[in-house]
């Protein structure tokens, strides 16, 4: 009887054991990047050991690494997987606005400095968790982020205040000037008097921490916006591929 309960016991622990093993075996950490897929002007780079490099198209960040442009420059960063090279859109090309996001892709605008503070990604195996953590210590950015899993994180810090963006497309200023075209995202920031401050910014609105001021978003904002968004959903994407047809036509003899 004591061996029968022994044995039992052995299998219960085991049991254990082994759930415990399969859950850690799905639960897969790995570390998520950003990848430079398209580059106007000139712009550097960090590891964060303070020694800048020349940023280039492919250049692959990393959490720590810091990007900033120069005058007259932006660069578009391609956040995880990147399914090919980056996509030439020809100028005069067409190209039309799409809502929905797909990929977390990052415009970083001139004179700005951001900073990779986090990028993480963990499969549990039902899903895939991802922490973004960014730090925009000057200038702006203009993001696409698509839809995450409940347990994940996406969050832009800034000089005065940090944004907690869901499945979102915002342009953030360093300033603290917050807009929305798609999602929702939700600002939090000190107040004058030392509060904390926080204000939810859906889509079509803007908000001002400096002047607290929540405002539907200019019309020529609002274009600005969907120009940008409509090159960034096409980055990293392959290109289509283009068929020539021959329309020759040949005189064949009745012989």
């Given at each position: 009887?004591?061996?029968?309960q022994?044995?039992?016991?052995?299998?219960?622990?085991?049991?254990?054991?082994?759930?415990?093993?399969?859950?850690?075996?799905?639960?897969?950490?790995?570390?998520?990047?950003?990848k430079?897929?398209?580059?106007k002007?000139d712009?550097?780079?960090?590891?964060?050991?303070?020694?800048?490099?020349?940023a280039k198209v492919?250049t692959?960040?990393?959490?720590?690494?810091?990007?900033?442009?120069?005058?007259?420059?932006?660069?578009?960063?391609?956040?995880?997987?990147?399914?090919?090279?980056?996509?030439?859109?020809?100028?005069?090309?067409?190209?039309?606005?799409?809502?929905e996001?797909?990929?977390?892709?990052?415009r970083?605008?001139?004179?700005?400095?951001?900073?990779?503070?986090?990028?993480?990604?963990?499969?549990?195996g039902?899903?895939?968790?991802?922490?973004t953590?960014?730090?925009?210590?000057a200038?702006r950015?203009?993001?696409?982020?698509?839809?995450?899993?409940?347990?994940?994180?996406?969050e832009i810090?800034?000089?005065?205040?940090?944004?907690?963006?869901?499945?979102t497309?915002?342009?953030?200023?360093?300033?603290?000037?917050?807009?929305?075209?798609?999602?929702?995202?939700?600002?939090?920031?000190?107040?004058?008097?030392?509060?904390?401050?926080?204000?939810e910014?859906?889509?079509?609105?803007?908000?001002?921490?400096?002047?607290?001021?929540?405002?539907?978003?200019?019309?020529?904002?609002?274009?600005?916006?969907?120009?940008d968004?409509?090159?960034?959903?096409?980055?990293g994407?392959?290109a289509?591929?283009?068929?020539?047809?021959d329309?020759t036509?040949?005189?064949?003899?009745?012989k």
């Open positions: 009887m004591k061996q029968t022994k044995l039992f016991n052995w299998l219960i622990a085991g049991g254990i054991a082994l759930a415990m093993v399969t859950s850690l075996a799905a639960q897969t950490t790995k570390e998520r990047t950003g430079i897929v398209r580059l002007g712009a550097r780079y960090s590891t964060g050991d303070s020694v800048w490099h020349k492919g692959v960040l990393k959490s720590g690494y810091l990007i900033q442009t120069a005058q007259k420059s932006h660069v578009d960063i391609v956040l995880g997987e990147v399914d090919a090279g980056p996509t030439r859109v020809a100028v005069g090309e067409s190209l039309s606005y799409r809502p996001v797909d990929q977390d892709v990052i970083v605008y001139d004179d700005s400095v951001l900073a990779f503070d986090k990028l993480a990604a963990m499969n549990t039902a899903d895939e968790v991802t922490e953590q960014l730090d925009l210590r200038g950015i203009l993001g696409t982020v698509k839809k995450m899993a409940a347990a994940s994180r996406y810090k800034i000089p005065n205040g940090v944004a907690g963006v869901r499945g497309i915002y342009r953030i200023s360093a300033a603290g000037i917050v807009q929305v075209l798609n999602g929702m995202l939700v600002i939090s920031w000190t107040g004058a008097d030392g509060s904390p401050m926080t204000q910014v859906s889509a079509g609105f803007q908000f001002d921490i400096r002047t607290g001021l929540l405002t539907r978003m200019p019309e020529f904002e609002d274009r600005d916006m969907r120009g968004c409509a090159v960034l959903q096409h980055m994407k392959p289509a591929k283009t068929v020539v047809v329309k036509l040949y005189y064949v003899s009745p």
